[in-house]
């Protein structure tokens, strides 16, 4: 689905809840040639539609926006597309930027800082971007546990309370999050989203799965050494013998 | 003001602590020679007058306070004070005996009174210095009160203070955003960004101004969130939309400034912004008998994720309402399932007596 740009050209798409930033950006950008503005998003959700369906090469970001933040659009972007960050005012994001380096745009801006940070942004178009999820995660206002779990499928992004997470589970290389009957599929590691979770709420009971507290019911003796976690709509669950010992402490 | 006399409560002791001390001289006219009925004729009712007169030891106690006067210049301020206060009672002794020899019981009391002479003296001046000592003590006591009375007013009045300066701060988030939106009005409609320069410089001004203010007219606070509401639609365009229903009574009553401002940023930065389909800000403010009722509600998403810095807008409105009208202010909050309303009430003042 990706679509070959020609080289030199530089699609780019726009992403800020608030039109007059987006006429702006509109305005300053008519002044380079070799940039297609493929993409207008008035939302994080639109951010995620247009990075699946068009594939710019660049994004506009702005970071306080209804629904998804642009950190929450970053996180869920996984590497695809380079991104600007633009910011009114945020000591916590302007923080962020500073210890990883990244360039960023203050608003208002200037048309040369515009073209500035158009310049920075070619040079690593495409390329690794090791900082992404740390970014993220530094952007996270005061080591706050996380309120809610993102998941993209293609480009529908879902948002599930972290109350109606039942349990995580390690899959080869991604997280199975179970919630309400259904599951969903993210790219992450179990103990990146344990680190996450707020602790007196989740424990992980096994190397493979983090459960929410409230959903366990009772525990068995299954071995010698090991333990069953029965949740309270009957699922069965392995609890290692560390496990157990975090368990016990919580309930 | 008079310790004694201007107290309602103080006047009915006072005088009670007379009666006994009248029985007192009693005894001493009785040593004298009168004898008991006579005695007592002369003693009580003349007490009860010479507690009258020592009520006039506050104006030599006012002008010889030991706190402000050399303390020689006291003792000779009283001592004249006494000798005058022992005199005139004498004057008015002799004058109650000249009545009483009327009485054919009392007919000796006059030719038995020049050895009454001095006791009577010596009596007004240790009873007058019994007075002069009580009036500084009662002088004393409400200069005490009074200071930490006026501390604890202070006290109010500098955290209402500072908390109005907290509340007159900008919110940087909303200036640089309208700062931005202006920017680009200019390239698109450059008649549209000179009015929103216009209403910026506005709300800013009002904002300012009220930090120096300790009471506005409601409507004038109406006014500023009018305002404020005004540049943030420049920006949010039809996403944010307000509803106001104010009546006549509740707009001409006079609130502390900027108390209601917070709870409309907090709607819009907290609530509408929130929402990609944006939302209605409501604003209500009526006046229920004798208490001034204010609401804002909006829509917000209950998924949003929390941001930090929530609530402090809301915890200043109440510790200042607080402040102001102690008990009597109330501050309520609902959230549910994406709504979320705050009501403030307190006793309704009108502006104009403020």
Known sequence: MSQTSSPGRLRVAIVDDEEPARTLLREYLTAHPEVEVVAECANGFEAIRAATELDPDLMLLDIQMPGLSGFEVLELLEHEVAVVFITAYDEHAVHAFEVHALDYLLKPFSRERLTEALTQAKKHLRGPQPWLPAIAGAARPGGLPLSRVLVREGPQVHVIPVEALDVAEARDDYVCLRTRGREYRKQQTLGELAAQLDPAKFVRVHRSFIVNLDRVARLERYAKDSRLAVLKDGTKLPVSRAGYARLRDKL | ?354
């Not at chain 2, 009526?286 to 829509?299: A, D, I, S, Y």
């Not at chain 2, 399932?337 to 006793?347: C, D, I, N, S, T």
């Open chain 2, 1 to 354: 003001m008079h310790p004694i006399l201007a107290y309602r409560g103080r006047m009915g002791p006072y005088l009670a602590a007379w009666v006994p001390l009248g029985g007192l001289l009693a005894g001493l006219l009785r040593i004298a020679g009168s004898p008991w009925g006579e005695a007592a004729a002369i003693a009580l009712p003349m007490a009860i007058i010479y507690g009258f007169i020592c009520l006039a030891a506050w104006y030599p106690c006012k002008s010889a306070s030991p706190h402000s006067v050399p303390f020689l210049r006291v003792i000779t301020t009283q001592t004249m004070a006494a000798a005058v206060s022992a005199m005139l009672w004498l004057f008015l002794v002799d004058t109650w005996v000249v009545l009483l020899e009327q009485f054919p019981v009392f007919s000796k009391a006059a030719e038995r009174f020049p050895r009454l002479v001095p006791v009577i003296l010596a009596a007004g001046v240790v009873l007058y210095a019994l007075a002069a000592a009580l009036h500084y003590l009662l002088m004393e006591f409400e200069e005490a009160r009074q200071a930490e009375r006026s501390a604890f007013e202070l006290e109010v009045l500098a955290r209402e203070a500072e908390l109005r300066a907290l509340r007159a701060q900008i919110d940087p988030h909303f200036l640089f955003n309208a700062l931005n939106s202006i920017s680009s009005l200019t390239g698109s409609d450059p008649g549209a960004a000179r009015t929103m320069c216009l209403e910026l410089a506005d709300f800013l001004r009002e904002s300012v101004r009220l930090g120096s203010v300790v009471s506005i007219p409601l409507a004038d606070e109406l006014a500023l969130a009018e305002k404020y509401l005004a540049v943030e639609r420049a920006r949010f365009g039809s996403r944010l939309r307000v509803e106001r229903e104010v009546s006549a009574e509740a707009g001409a009553c006079g609130v502390p400034p900027l108390v209601l401002q917070p709870l409309v940023e907090n709607a819009v930065r907290h609530g509408v912004a929130n929402l990609v389909g944006g939302g209605v800000v409501r604003i209500a403010a009526r006046r229920l008998g004798e208490r001034l009722h204010l609401t804002v509600e909006n829509p917000m998403d209950p998924e949003a994720a929390v941001r930090p810095g929530e609530g402090v807008g809301l915890a200043n409105v109440r510790d200042r309402l607080t402040a102001l009208y102690g008990q009597e202010a109330s501050v309520e909050v609902r959230q549910d399932a994406g709504h979320f309303r705050v009501e403030l009430a307190w006793p309704a003042v009108p502006a104009s007596a403020q």
